[in-house]
């Protein structure tokens, strides 16, 4: 299995430029989770879902912020309009019982 | 308000000797708690998991404890090695099922 696999790798972006991560979870994997990591704030999550439902969106920032699941095998976190202050490295995670399976991970710079 | 605190933000130790990572908690009653390692420019990786009603688990040279009076867990790595050097994040199951929140890690490096 090759884990769970996220593009772009980094994204530099200008200031008010709509940015769309994505994200493909292992297979068989029924929950999926977005998390956003700074040196200031850690690692904290987005959102989950659960067999493609969002489950709790409580942790995106604001209606800047949107993510889908479309299917068991694809997400997207999308940023519109993007500021610099949402620089930092978003990671997808999937799982299917408690241990959680990080992707590599994707390194968003807003300029 | 709910926090995770892990003791020291670096620790250093000898190669060979036994690191002691140390996860407070308040405000939370897990049903879980989990430690991940995380290297530079990579996801966290899970090591382990202990359930609220087990007292110590071990996996090959990694033992966690979780003290649910005192509200800590404990992560042990005995016979260090400088590939043991890393970041170690503890994780506390909250809200729905499946979800955890982390603390924000103890960097570890061993000496050769």
């Known amino acids: 299995d090759a884990g769970v696999i996220q593009s772009p790798r980094h994204e530099v972006t200008e200031m008010g430029q709509e940015v769309t991560l994505r994200c493909k979870p292992i297979?068989?994997?029924?929950?999926l989770f977005w998390y956003r990591q700074t040196m200031m704030r850690g690692l904290e999550l987005l959102i989950y879902?659960?067999?493609?439902?969002?489950?709790?969106d409580s942790g995106m920032p604001e209606d800047r912020f949107s993510a889908k699941m479309p299917n068991a095998s694809f997400s997207t976190l999308k940023i519109q309009p993007s500021e610099p202050r949402d620089s930092a490295v978003y990671f997808c995670?999937?799982?299917?019982?408690?241990?959680?399976?990080f992707g590599p991970g994707t390194r968003l710079t807003v300029l | 308000s709910q926090k995770i605190e892990q003791n020291s933000e670096a620790l250093n130790i000898q190669e060979g000797k036994t690191a002691t990572l140390t996860c407070n908690y308040t405000?939370?009653?897990?049903?879980?708690l989990q430690w991940y390692r995380q290297d530079p420019g990579r996801g966290p990786v899970f090591l382990l998991l202990?359930?609220?009603?087990?007292k110590e688990k071990r996996k090959e040279r990694l033992k966690v404890t979780f003290d649910t009076t005192l509200k800590q867990s404990l992560f042990h790595i005995t016979a260090s090695q400088p590939a043991d050097s890393a970041t170690y994040l503890c994780?506390?199951?909250?809200?729905?099922?499946?979800?955890?929140?982390f603390g924000s890690g103890t960097q570890l490096t061993v000496l050769p």
């Open positions: 405000n939370y009653s897990p049903a879980y």
């Open positions: 994780a506390l199951s909250s809200g729905s099922a499946r979800q955890l929140t």
């Open positions: 995670a999937s799982s299917f019982t408690e241990e959680q399976f």
């Open positions: 879902f659960n067999n493609n439902v969002p489950i709790d």
């Open positions: 202990i359930r609220e009603n087990e």
């Open positions: 297979s068989g994997h029924n929950s």
